[in-house]
């Protein structure tokens, strides 16, 4: 799995004043938590880019004063106004320590129902799960060759070895609906099936019935 470089410095003086002269500085201040003590560092906001703005799950390796840190992200803050990361929270990995990560959801395959001139919506982007570091990975994959028409792939169907996943279990997070044409066509199809079968009994009711005699000519003019 790809992990990202980030070389940054120990912090020293905490506090507002302190935090506000780092971010005037272009650093953006972070913690990391999980491992054997708490550690507040910064880092120049150009190096978490790779890191924040991406929709791929992936390690940071957190470089301090000589000590390295293997990392996930587990929160960021940005700027009400400015929309500029502000502060970043990573939870330090340990090999017999199980974690809660959120891992991107990966779908293969083509939709029966969607062959069938159905849509398909995807609902969830990714799963939480709790595992340990090792079985960390960058996305969990999910087949959706045989959803049908109607169809919903849920939580409970998702089964990865060492994952206990998090999430409510029935929640859907794939479905394939009918389109507006699909509906149309459903609604008239009925309407069209009937109306030969009018036809013919109006043909019917307008025919003599056997035996019965022809109806008199009209009258011509004088």
């Known amino acids: 799995m790809k992990t990202i470089t980030i070389e940054g410095q120990l912090r020293t003086e905490l506090g507002k004043g302190a935090t506000r002269q780092l971010r005037s500085q272009g650093n953006v201040p972070g913690v990391i938590y999980g491992g054997a003590k708490e550690i507040n560092f910064s880092a120049p906001a150009t190096a ?48 017999d320590k199980k974690v809660i990560a959120s891992i991107p959801l990966k779908f293969a395959g083509s939709p029966v129902g969607v062959k069938e001139g159905g849509k398909l919506h995807i609902k969830m982007k990714a799963l939480k799960v709790k595992t340990y570091p090792k079985y960390l990975r960058e996305h969990i994959d999910v087949n959706i060759d045989d959803l049908e028409l109607n ?40 309407t069209g099936a009937a109306a030969p079968a009018a036809a013919g009994a109006a043909g019917t009711a307008a025919a003599p019935a056997a035996g019965a005699p022809a109806p008199a000519p009209a009258p011509g003019k004088k």
């Open 151 to 190: 169809g919903n792939i849920r939580v409970e169907d998702v089964q990865v070895e060492h994952y206990e996943i998090m999430n409510s279990p029935r929640i859907p997070i794939a479905s394939v609906t009918l389109t507006r044409e699909l509906k149309q066509e459903e609604a008239v199809a009925p």
């Open 48 to 95: 978490f880019k790779p890191l924040v703005y991406t929709p791929d799950f992936q390690f940071a390796e957190i470089k301090l004063n000589g000590d390295s840190h293997r990392c996930i992200m587990k929160d960021l803050q940005f700027d009400k106004v400015t929309d500029h990361l502000i502060h970043v929270d990573l939870l330090e990995l340990v090999e």
